[in-house]
């Protein structure tokens, strides 16, 4: 295990809102880009003339295409920069002087130019699960709301969405920028299912991500608190191993109770019982491991993970419209831990990637002080997303050799580029690419590029009109799949959000074990995260950290410094000597 000192890192004050940063690994290798880094540099190519409408034109040329916008890489935005895309489906030039000549030019004054958005969580089986009217529990870790146990209310949910339903569900997450999806299942085509094999899609050759809901064998409900005695098919690291897997994603610890902080202490190893002799432990915390949900953890914890490289794929609406509460992801990214975004199902959590990032920001704004940048959380769904899958060779940047997975979004007044991704709209989303082949955008973009784009279907998306290529795609019109998901849930949603969105508010009503009861409504001055501990009695107060069941009635403080481990810039280390 790696010391505090050296897991903490000193913060270059990219706008966050306190004076910690994070540091190390914690993902798929020595070039994971921890929040503290140094934000993009500004490298002006050339000032794009504005257009008189819409937000690109395209030139016809070659087959070879030439994008020009606000470019995002992790390293630079290049304004005025280009993005040159081959006839095979590669980048083959990021920067300012990419123009070979006798290209197809799309010209985006203003616009984002991003890798395509990457959704590292969601069953897609349950798309045809429209979420409910708005609960009013909360729920301590999922056991209760899968079984009803503990007197819960149980959730009832179908499943075994059709295939024309999970088709619609990926045209849901395609109209979103997203080019890529960890979901449990899909149909082949549109966007890329990197968990399914035969539907990675195009260029992809890297082994598909391993995803396992029940690593523990706990389907049947059995939950434990001082042991690992959960299902007799539990995974193991040698179970990995034998099975030559280089990306696996197990959900773990999804809840706010001993239960499920129970389940981190079995999946991972160096734990050890209340008599302090060691678990059987499963040892499944690898680099090869990103752990889902991972909300009841502690700072050790998320120092383990960290030293052993391991990710996690954080989903805040469906952790807090369950739960009442999600991660402490301030706490892991301090630490060094890579984390990524996922939407979770449509039940409980966002109907697509751009509405989990407006959950993220806001919880980022309202709860955590914005310890976040648009940088950072433009991360959590590119660059990082593709290091917890471990594809990053393949997609997540914009660079020369990658797949040519790319969106294009819309320039918002007063944002900057990264911003603008991450406060998109349904109308903003102005191309999408898989593999350098035109997928959706808008009219006069698809039309100009997309081969055969006659067979690409109009859509009037809030006011914009656009167009899929189902048929190129797919072999079905957006007619026939329309049709074929009537009364499912809507596409997108205009000026409001989507019908029933589950909430990103965190909320507690009652008190379990000594938790704190909030309504997650902020009172500058008195609770100023709106976590129900008055200002002067908190140990974070402006950030978000509430007493979950889990805390035996106190707020964690695992160095003993009287500072909150949510807040704490060395939450391991009390001298704070990691800045």
Request: hydrophobic content about 30%.
């Amino acid at each position: 295990m790696i010391s505090a000192v050296a897991a903490c890192g000193g913060h270059n004050g990219n706008g966050k809102g306190d004076s910690g940063g994070g540091g190390g690994d914690g993902g798929s290798g020595s070039d994971y880009v921890p929040p503290d880094a140094p934000v993009a540099s500004d490298v002006t190519c050339t000032t794009l003339a504005p257009l008189g409408s819409g937000t690109c034109s395209v030139t016809a040329g070659s087959t070879t295409v030439l994008l020009e916008g606000e470019v995002l890489t992790p390293s630079a935005i290049y304004h005025g920069g280009q993005v040159a895309v081959g006839s095979n489906g590669t980048i083959s030039c990021v920067g300012c002087n990419c123009a070979m000549g006798g290209e197809t030019v799309v010209t985006c004054p203003g616009a984002s130019i991003s890798p395509g958005l990457i959704n590292m969580h969601d069953h897609i089986s349950y798309v045809n699960d429209a979420p409910p009217t708005p609960l009013t529990q909360r729920y301590d870790d999922r056991q209760q709301w899968r079984t009803g146990d503990e007197n819960a209310m149980e959730l009832t949910n179908k499943g075994g969405a059709s295939a024309a339903n999970q088709e619609w569900g990926e045209l849901r997450h395609l109209m979103a920028g997203a080019t890529s999806l960890v979901g449990a299942g899909g149909e082949n085509g549109l966007v890329r299912n990197l968990d399914e094999s035969a539907m990675r899609g195009p260029g992809i050759t890297d082994k598909a991500v391993y995803y396992d809901t029940f690593p523990l064998d706990d389907d049947d409900g059995t939950q434990q608190t001082a042991n690992c005695n959960y299902g007799s098919d539990a995974e193991t690291a040698a179970d990995l191993t034998s099975h030559s897997d280089t990306s696996y994603e197990p959900h773990t610890a999804e809840g706010v109770d001993v239960y499920a902080h129970n389940e981190f202490l079995c999946e991972s190893s160096a734990t050890y019982d209340t008599s302090g002799a060691p678990y059987v432990s499963n040892d499944i915390a690898l680099p090869i491991t990103s752990m889902i949900h991972a909300v009841a953890l502690n700072a050790s914890d998320y120092e383990l993970m960290a030293s052993a490289g391991t990710g996690m794929v954080w989903s805040p609406r469906s952790n807090i419209s369950l739960y009442g509460d999600t991660a402490r992801v301030t706490v892991a990214s301090r630490l060094g831990v890579n984390i990524a975004l996922g939407t979770d199902w449509l039940p409980s959590g966002s109907s697509n990637i751009l509405r989990e990032l407006t959950c993220a920001s806001d919880y980022n704004k309202t709860y955590l002080n914005n310890y976040f940048t648009a940088q950072d959380l433009w991360a959590m769904v590119t660059q990082n997303a593709a290091k917890v899958g471990h594809m990053d060779s393949q997609i997540g940047v914009l660079a020369q050799g990658m797949l040519a997975d790319i969106s294009v979004f819309a320039p918002q007044s007063g944002m900057t580029p990264f911003e603008a991704v991450i406060n998109a709209q349904p109308q903003d989303v102005a191309l999408v690419m898989r593999a350098g082949t035109t997928l959706y955008g808008d009219d006069n973009i698809v039309t100009g590029l997309a081969a055969n784009s006659t067979t690409c279907d109009q859509i009037s998306v809030c006011s914009t009109e656009k167009r899929a290529c189902l048929m190129n795609d797919i072999s079905t019109t957006y007619a026939t799949l329309s049709s074929s998901n009537s009364g499912q849930y809507a596409l997108f949603s205009c000026g409001a959000p989507p019908l029933n969105e589950p909430s990103c508010t965190p909320l507690r009503p009652n008190a379990v074990s000594g938790s704190t009861i909030y309504t997650g409504v902020p009172s500058a001055g008195t609770d100023s995260d709106g976590d129900g501990i008055p200002d002067a009695m908190d140990n974070c107060p402006m950030v978000f950290n509430p007493v979950r069941p889990m805390d035996n009635g106190v707020q964690p403080d695992a160095d003993g410094d009287g500072m909150g481990d949510p807040c704490d810039p060395c939450p391991l280390d009390k001298t704070n000597s990691c800045q």
